[in-house]
């Protein structure tokens, strides 16, 4: 069972910018794949960046261009970068992370992410 710290949400305006981080912990050897997601109100939850342990990402192409995703793997720390960010960005972001290719991973508890002006 995984673990997680999220930090780095908060209010910013259109334009701005935010570092999102994820740190996993519960005894890891390895993680597989680490990344966000994203859920606005109602609305479903959605992809919005994804990394291998080989560093593959995989983005929303709503983010595009404008977040970038890094990680740590010595720290189990996953980050997103959120740039030019829009009022459709507001959302409550979480962390997932999955040990293999095969389980359906672990969430974390969300961060809020909001855009206005």
């Known amino acids: 069972q995984l673990q997680f710290v999220e930090s780095g949400g908060g209010l910013v305006q259109p334009g701005g910018s935010l570092r999102l981080s994820c740190a996993a912990s519960g005894g890891i050897f390895r993680i597989h794949t680490m990344g966000w997601y994203r859920q606005a109100p109602g609305k479903q939850r959605e992809l919005v960046a994804t990394?291998?342990?080989?560093?593959?990402?995989n983005y929303a192409d709503s983010v595009k261009g404008r977040f970038t995703i890094s990680r740590d793997n010595a720290k189990n720390t996953v980050y997103l970068q959120m740039d030019s960010l829009k009022p459709e960005d507001t959302a409550l972001y979480y962390c997932h992370a999955k040990l293999s290719i095969y389980d359906d991973g672990y969430w974390g508890q969300g961060t809020q992410v909001t855009v206005s002006s």
């Open positions: 990394m291998t342990i080989w560093s593959s990402t």
